[in-house]
């Protein structure tokens, strides 16, 4: 929180808190709505709770948790506090209790109620704008409805939270999206009336959160978000663009909203968005749409135009910038046509060149490893390269391209050397297991690993160091084959596995519970996006 908010106010990454929202919150969302989930004060009852909790809750979802009770006191009354507490306490121990103590004194806020809901309870709830307007488009009633979604463990919590309201000016090129009012108030409880939007004439999008006050699941009325989406990139400003897109993206993930959907907002975005750590969280969140969330059938339809746009915005971007880096990078991992590979495969030859691109050793590897997972690369050029690049960094990339090879020869050579060689250096594991699961042109590859996974569990774990395990039956599972025909249902192999080892070490029983979460999400968005061209 606090790296957060020096970078956001002495130096000139002044929109620090957009990468926060998107990436530090983003993994705290998504780790707090795993079956694993716990409070952020976690009960440590052995060696395995230490090392299974340093996760998302405990990093993310703290420094998130943090910056709610900053807007629930006040700033200037939380550092206020701050400064108290360390005067009391100076050259001696303390205890949460007497910070909070001070936090109440200086804001007149009774903070039991919160630290128990926020810090003893886990999960996350859900805040829904609800909306009425009359014939005119003036608002007759408005307020936020508090939820607790199915299974999460989460009670009904207080929250400081704004609701921007943003209109739509100009158009085109010219179109921009301000903000024209703000209402910050306290949600507590089921509902909370907004009387102060009463009476107002209807904003072309309300975003609830607006600032990123609080942490909780934002549901736009369905106006604002269809709006929104429509024109995100005329947001003048990227924390509300980047809130819009969260919104969206967790709809995405509980199957409320089609991926599709995401992924031309997504895209749409990338071509004014600037700020590095949020261009990274969108392609990341294109690469899973592409891997997963979209039906096969779907994702062989969207693949050829997704590359395509990512290329014309590679060639927009600034010569020389880290977006033009990333957007690159992101091409040569998802070109499916002639066309766009030739343009990879000339970045790496040298008879194709972008304005300010360098071309360097790293990049030479990406670029490399996504013509061999697309199959237009092999062995010959894999050998070339590691010629090439006589490093301890080149041995692992090579490594890495050679379990990319779209063959079912090569995967299963990979997955041998993976569960049976425990000799297999740690960078080296990671970047193997990132060719291994390297399949987004070609799932069916990893069809004959569902059953093969289940199987290799218990050796796994009873044969490497609790981390190396951890790792490995992480990144062994991959939920490209949710939705394949003809594949073994990867849910239900995880199910069996579960049911049948009860007894198995909790610490265990939690990776194969966090990998069955992530197969349902994927089918559940799946059957979103089949739902929706119907």
Same mark, same amino acid.
């Given at each position: 929180?606090?790296?957060?908010?020096?970078?956001?106010?002495?130096?000139?990454?002044?929109?620090?808190?957009?990468?926060?929202?998107?990436?530090?919150?983003?993994?705290?969302?998504?780790?707090?709505?795993?079956?694993?989930?716990?409070?952020?004060?976690?009960?440590?009852?052995?060696?395995?709770?230490?090392?299974?909790?340093?996760?998302?809750?405990?990093?993310?979802?703290?420094?998130?948790?943090?910056?709610?009770?900053?807007?629930?006191?006040?700033?200037?009354?939380?550092?206020?506090?701050?400064?108290?507490?360390?005067?009391?306490?100076?050259?001696?121990?303390?205890?949460?209790?007497?910070?909070?103590?001070?936090?109440?004194?200086?804001?007149?806020?009774?903070?039991?109620?919160?630290?128990?809901?926020?810090?003893?309870?886990?999960?996350?709830?859900?805040?829904?704008?609800?909306?009425?307007?009359?014939?005119?488009?003036?608002?007759?009633?408005?307020?936020?409805?508090?939820?607790?979604?199915?299974?999460?463990?989460?009670?009904?919590?207080?929250?400081?939270?704004?609701?921007?309201?943003?209109?739509?000016?100009?158009?085109?090129?010219?179109?921009?999206?301000?903000?024209?009012?703000?209402?910050?108030?306290?949600?507590?409880?089921?509902?909370?009336?907004?009387?102060?939007?009463?009476?107002?004439?209807?904003?072309?999008?309300?975003?609830?959160?607006?600032?990123?006050?609080?942490?909780?699941?934002?549901?736009?009325?369905?106006?604002?978000?269809?709006?929104?989406?429509?024109?995100?990139?005329?947001?003048?400003?990227?924390?509300?663009?980047?809130?819009?897109?969260?919104?969206?993206?967790?709809?995405?993930?509980?199957?409320?909203?089609?991926?599709?959907?995401?992924?031309?907002?997504?895209?749409?975005?990338?071509?004014?968005?600037?700020?590095?750590?949020?261009?990274?969280?969108?392609?990341?969140?294109?690469?899973?749409?592409?891997?997963?969330?979209?039906?096969?059938?779907?994702?062989?339809?969207?693949?050829?135009?997704?590359?395509?746009?990512?290329?014309?915005?590679?060639?927009?971007?600034?010569?020389?910038?880290?977006?033009?880096?990333?957007?690159?990078?992101?091409? !040569?991992?998802?070109?499916?046509?002639?066309?766009?590979?030739?343009?990879?495969?000339?970045?790496?030859?040298?008879?194709?060149?972008?304005?300010?691109?360098?071309?360097?050793?790293?990049?030479?590897?990406?670029?490399?490893?996504?013509?061999?997972?697309?199959?237009?690369?092999?062995?010959?050029?894999?050998?070339?390269?590691?010629?090439?690049?006589?490093?301890?960094?080149?041995?692992?990339? !090579?490594?890495?391209?050679?379990?990319?090879?779209?063959?079912?020869?090569?995967?299963?050579?990979?997955?041998?050397?993976?569960?049976?060689?425990?000799?297999?250096?740690?960078?080296?594991?990671?970047?193997?297991?990132?060719?291994?699961?390297?399949?987004?042109?070609?799932?069916?590859?990893?069809?004959?690993?569902?059953?093969?996974?289940?199987?290799?569990?218990?050796?796994?774990?009873?044969?490497?160091?609790?981390?190396?395990?951890?790792?490995?039956?992480?990144?062994?599972?991959?939920?490209?084959?949710?939705?394949?025909?003809?594949?073994?249902?990867?849910?239900?192999?995880?199910?069996?596995?579960?049911?049948?080892?009860?007894? !198995?070490?909790?610490?265990?029983?939690?990776?194969?519970?966090?990998?069955?979460?992530?197969?349902?999400?994927?089918?559940?968005?799946?059957?979103?996006?089949?739902?929706?061209?119907?």
């Amino acid at each position: 929180y606090t790296s957060t908010l020096a970078t956001a106010e002495i130096t000139r990454w002044n929109q620090a808190w957009t990468t926060f929202q998107t990436l530090e919150k983003g993994w705290a969302y998504n780790q707090d709505q795993l079956s694993s989930t716990h409070p952020v004060a976690a009960e440590i009852h052995d060696l395995h709770d230490v090392e299974v909790n340093f996760d998302g809750i405990t990093y993310a979802k703290g420094a998130s948790v943090l910056a709610a009770l900053v807007g629930y006191v006040g700033r200037e009354n939380f550092f206020a506090g701050i400064q108290r507490y360390l005067e009391a306490h100076a050259y001696a121990n303390a205890e949460l209790s007497d910070l909070l103590r001070e936090l109440e004194a200086v804001s007149g806020r009774d903070l039991s109620t919160w630290t128990r809901l926020w810090l003893q309870e886990a999960g996350v709830t859900t805040l829904r704008t609800q909306l009425a307007t009359d014939a005119d488009g003036l608002i007759t009633q408005v307020a936020v409805r508090q939820e607790i979604p199915a299974d999460s463990p989460a009670s009904l919590r207080p929250h400081r939270v704004a609701i921007g309201c943003y209109n739509l000016t100009g158009q085109g090129a010219e179109a921009r999206l301000e903000r024209t009012n703000r209402i910050e108030l306290d949600v507590d409880g089921e509902l909370t009336e907004v009387p102060e939007l009463v009476g107002a004439k209807r904003a072309d999008v309300l975003v609830l959160n607006d600032d990123d006050l609080t942490y909780a699941k934002v549901r736009l009325d369905e106006d604002s978000l269809s709006f929104g989406l429509e024109h995100i990139e005329a947001f003048t400003d990227s924390l509300p663009r980047s809130i819009v897109l969260a919104s969206a993206w967790d709809m995405v993930r509980d199957g409320e909203l089609a991926s599709s959907r995401f992924l031309d907002a997504a895209l749409r975005a990338l071509g004014v968005e600037e700020h590095s750590s949020v261009i990274q969280g969108l392609l990341g969140r294109i690469t899973t749409c592409l891997s997963g969330f979209l039906p096969p059938a779907v994702r062989r339809d969207l693949a050829p135009g997704t590359a395509d746009r990512l290329l014309g915005l590679a060639r927009a971007a600034q010569p020389g910038s880290d977006k033009q880096l990333q957007l690159v990078r992101a091409l !040569a991992a998802h070109a499916v046509t002639d066309e766009q590979l030739d343009v990879v495969a000339g970045l790496v030859e040298g008879n194709q060149t972008l304005g300010g691109l360098d071309v360097d050793q790293d990049l030479r590897w990406d670029l490399l490893i996504g013509l061999v997972a697309a199959g237009r690369s092999g062995e010959e050029q894999i050998r070339a390269e590691e010629a090439r690049d006589r490093t301890t960094t080149g041995r692992e990339r !090579a490594a890495e391209a050679r379990a990319s090879i779209p063959t079912p020869e090569a995967k299963q050579a990979t997955w041998r050397a993976l569960v049976d060689d425990a000799s297999m250096p740690n960078e080296t594991q990671v970047r193997v297991l990132r060719g291994l699961t390297n399949v987004e042109r070609h799932p069916e590859l990893l069809a004959p690993f569902v059953g093969a996974y289940v199987e290799a569990i218990d050796s796994v774990w009873s044969s490497r160091t609790f981390h190396m395990a951890e790792n490995l039956l992480t990144g062994l599972w991959s939920c490209a084959t949710v939705g394949l025909a003809g594949a073994d249902d990867p849910a239900a192999a995880l199910t069996g596995w579960l049911e049948s080892h009860a007894q !198995a070490p909790a610490a265990l029983r939690r990776i194969v519970r966090e990998n069955l979460d992530d197969t349902l999400r994927v089918a559940r968005a799946q059957a979103a996006e089949a739902r929706s061209v119907q």
